[in-house]
């Protein structure tokens, strides 16, 4: 008469459970990381440590209000697709709606607070001379161009851009520039990088193409949309922290 042991469960090795622990732990921290950089690229932008922490609650909060400032009639219902905190991130949830017209808006968060605070950039720069005031319009100017070239309109959403090219073009032009022109460094090196970074998507990608949007199917086309995770907040802080 033959004897069966029972087999013990499997469990998840060690390896995994740890690998498993650290993902999990990450995923918590990100929120606080991408506000912890947003702060110090902030303050790379002289301004004090209380004045970037409110800008960043500012950013934060407003990337979650939409301000509607001109609506498109349409003959066909447009797509809308919305998604939740994490935008395109896998945990994100996402449904269409349909619309007789096409919204365009202009999200708080990720539009309003940034173009204000490049507009209050580039009259630092123009504090600091001619030269570095040349160099800003130089790197902008070039952003500007590259980000509409790589800007296309998509069914549903909008106009979309990958997100690191203005961030990578505005500081490479950036550096460029300063080594071209010897006013310009120093204390207008962060500043200029961040305003290229923000004008880049917001004229070149956002509204050089508002006539692509009659071509493409979209309930909403939100400059700024994705709130802090859109390419222009992206594009301004990382200019900032590499330049």
Not at 36 to 44: F, K, M, S
Not at 72 to 79: I, S
Not at 126 to 150: D, E
């Amino acid at each position: 008469m033959s004897h069966f042991e029972p087999r013990p469960p499997r469990l998840l090795p060690p390896l995994g459970c740890l690998a498993v622990a650290l993902s999990l732990g990450l995923l918590c921290m990100m929120p606080f990381i991408f506000v912890q950089v947003l702060q110090t690229a902030l303050e790379r932008l002289h301004l004090s440590a209380p004045v970037a922490a409110l800008v960043v609650v500012g950013i934060l909060v407003g990337s979650m209000i939409n301000i509607p400032v001109h609506r498109l009639t349409r003959d066909e219902p447009q797509p809308e697709i919305v998604m939740g905190v994490m935008y395109y991130g896998m945990l994100a949830p996402q449904f269409r709606r349909l619309r007789r017209e096409t919204i365009i808006a202009v999200n708080v968060g990720g539009c309003v607070i940034p173009v204000v605070l490049a507009l209050w950039q580039i009259l630092n720069v123009a504090r600091l001379g001619s030269g570095p005031l040349i160099g800003l319009g130089a790197v902008c100017g070039v952003n500007i161009l590259v980000c509409y070239l790589a800007a296309r309109p998509v069914s549903g959403i909008g106009i979309m851009m990958p997100a690191f090219i203005s961030p990578l073009v505005a500081v490479g032009v950036t550096w460029l520039v300063c080594a071209v022109l010897p006013q310009v460094g120093g204390k207008s090196l962060a500043p200029i990088a961040f305003t290229a970074g923000v004008a880049g998507p917001v004229i070149g990608a956002d509204l050089f193409h508002l006539k692509d949007l009659l071509r493409v199917p979209a309930g909403m086309m939100s400059i700024g949309g994705a709130g802090t995770f859109d390419g222009i907040v992206l594009s301004g802080v990382l200019a900032a922290l590499l330049a």
